[in-house]
């Protein structure tokens, strides 16, 4: 943990300061192990591997630990020699790059860090908080980065205090938490007055939940992750020549896609084939394996962010619930 993190941090429960209690081991002014304190509530949190941990390493979201551990270079852009990641990041968001230069800017549900790499190459400082220990997999492709920080922490207890971050985004991330509303209502305390907000989720409507993944997920949801993984290994060398063809048809390609639960994503020309391939096993077991999967409807979104003080609000015209604002002067 680099020691200017502590700028921002704040207790879970009352969002005050925190305080370094103890630096056990220390490596180029970073620290290794260690913990925090917060003195009003009496209650401590440790560093481990660089990283403050606010939450146990097992809870809700642990299958996006393995997917993460697991595919941690997979869609980081600098590796792959592509740039999805970065036109995603500045389409759903709608910020312009280097706008954020010398800001603090926030990943909510940051994972093995695709969008993390993206905003770290302006020259601000850039937090992912993510419950799992998909924390160390960001850790590992972009810790030595020096405006690069992680927290392992819950979105419903976010570990800052309230008004000192710049901007926030949080891309494909609400709908797999227990409660979307609430996660939806917490996340802008920590902004500034003016601060950005950016927010993709999936979008509900009368067929959703029609789709070929969602009975499936019934069982799916409840596998061991490593068990699904080898199933998912094993399905692919049929479904995926078949996805090959049927996805390409034009207009039936939609319904298709609707029809058979595999992820690949036949109209990226960016992506290898290997690419295609490799985003097809994770994105498949990535539609299959959370525990949660709550897709919501754009009126109960904006709602909720309006009441929890958010102003600007406008969704964009991108692929799933797409809503930018930023928070209003008072709360």
């Known amino acids: 943990m680099k020691q200017k ?43 481990k591997s660089g990283i403050p941990r606010f939450v146990p390493s097992e809870n809700y979201a642990s299958s996006f630990g393995y997917q993460w551990n697991r595919f941690k270079r997979v869609q980081i852009d600098s590796i792959n020699g592509i740039a999805q990641s970065e036109r995603r990041l500045y389409t759903e968001s709608e910020w312009e790059k280097n706008w954020t230069s010398g800001e603090w800017v926030l990943d909510v549900g940051c994972g093995a860090g695709r969008f993390l790499e993206v905003a770290s190459r302006d020259k601000c400082q850039v937090v992912g ?21 992680l927290v392992q ?55 959703t939940l029609l789709n070929s993944k969602y009975p499936l997920r019934f069982f799916t949801r409840w596998l061991n992750s490593k068990i699904l993984l080898v199933l998912i290994h094993g399905m692919m060398p049929f479904l995926w020549p078949l996805t090959e063809v049927l996805f390409r048809i034009p207009i039936l390609g939609r319904l298709f896609r609707f029809l058979i639960p595999i992820a690949n ?47 600007q609000i406008r969704r964009l015209n991108n692929p799933g619930l797409n809503v930018v604002g930023q928070r209003g002067r008072s709360i």
């Open 5 to 47: 993190l502590l700028q921002i941090l704040g207790c879970p429960k009352c969002h005050g300061a925190l305080e370094l209690l103890a630096k056990e081991t220390v490596e180029k002014e970073e620290i290794i192990t260690g913990s925090l304190g917060c003195l009003r509530c009496g209650i401590n949190w440790p560093i």
């Open 129 to 149: 908080v993510d419950i799992s220990n998909a924390v160390d997999a960001a850790a590992e492709m972009l810790g030595s980065r020096d405006n690069v920080h």
């Open 153 to 207: 922490g819950s979105i419903f207890e976010l570990p800052f205090r309230d008004g000192v971050l710049d901007a926030c985004y949080c891309i494909g991330v609400i709908q797999h938490t227990p409660d979307p509303g609430l996660a939806l209502s917490v996340i802008p305390r920590v902004l500034k007055a003016g601060g950005k907000f950016a927010v993709t989720i999936y979008e509900r409507n009368k067929f």
């Open 265 to 311: 994503y036949v109209e990226e020309p960016e992506l290898s084939w290997k690419q295609r391939y490799q985003w097809a096993v994770l994105d498949t077991f990535d539609m299959l394996a959370p525990r949660y999967d709550q897709p919501q409807k754009e009126s109960y979104v904006v709602d909720v962010l309006q009441r929890a003080g958010l102003c």
